[in-house]
């Protein structure tokens, strides 16, 4: 079974820093793009940040210049570090993991909060 936990969210204030990691287990995690979403009340999902098992890395607009994904596929993890964070980067942050031979999965979820 395949699992994704997310650690790293938390309370941060407008142009702070956090790191989000993502450890996945139950499959071979060099198969798979991993990536970040987010959701904010009321708002849809959207894609922050992707990094294929090859080695490209997207992402959104919005978060060019101040977040960065990575991965560690000794330690089977994938990491969002970002900075200069703003209220409008405030939602739930959810691991995803893509492979197209083995399915799509998703963490539950890392709460960031910024605020002053």
């Known amino acids: 079974q395949v699992q994704l936990v997310e650690s790293g969210g938390g309370l941060v204030q407008p142009g702070g820093s956090l790191r989000l990691s993502c450890e996945v287990s139950?499959?071979?995690?060099?198969?798979?793009?991993m990536g970040w979403y987010r959701q904010a009340p009321g708002k849809q999902r959207e894609l922050v940040a992707a990094?294929?098992?090859?080695?490209?890395?997207n992402s959104v607009d919005s978060v060019k210049g101040r977040f960065t994904i990575s991965r560690d596929n000794a330690k089977n993890t994938v990491y969002l570090q970002m900075s200069d964070l703003k209220p409008d980067d405030a939602a739930v942050y959810y691991c995803?993991?893509?492979?197209?031979?083995?399915?799509?999965?998703w963490g539950k979820g890392t709460l960031v909060t910024v605020s002053s």
């Open positions: 139950g499959s071979i995690f060099s198969d798979y793009t």
């Open positions: 990094d294929s098992s090859g080695g490209i890395t």
């Open positions: 995803w993991a893509h492979s197209t031979l083995r399915g799509t999965y």
